[in-house]
């Protein structure tokens, strides 16, 4: 299984939070790109960002310790 932690539209934010869960050891997930991709990246069908569930405590930690916990 997998936890979503957070819907975004702006992908320099997302890649800057995969950035950090991959520095913590974590294995984050995109989901969504392509549907992104196709739309054009105007922002009408943000992506989501997830890790293992088994990793979802430590992921929440590590950006709530960045400030970047934030829901939506």
């Known amino acids: 299984m997998i936890r979503v932690l957070?819907?975004?539209g702006d992908p320099i934010r997302l890649g800057f939070l995969q950035a950090?869960?991959?520095d913590g050891g974590?294995?984050?997930l995109l989901l969504?790109?392509?549907m992104s991709?196709?739309?054009g990246r105007i922002g009408?069908?943000?992506?989501r960002l997830a890790v293992p569930?088994?990793?979802a405590a430590a992921a929440e930690s590590l950006l709530r310790?960045?400030?970047e916990w934030r829901l939506g």
């Open 6 to 8: 957070l819907s975004e």
């Open 20 to 22: 950090l869960l991959r």
């Open 26 to 28: 974590l294995r984050p």
């Open 32 to 34: 969504d790109s392509h």
């Open 37 to 39: 991709a196709v739309e």
């Open 44 to 47: 009408a069908f943000p992506q």
């Open 53 to 55: 569930e088994e990793e």
């Open 65 to 67: 310790e960045a400030g």
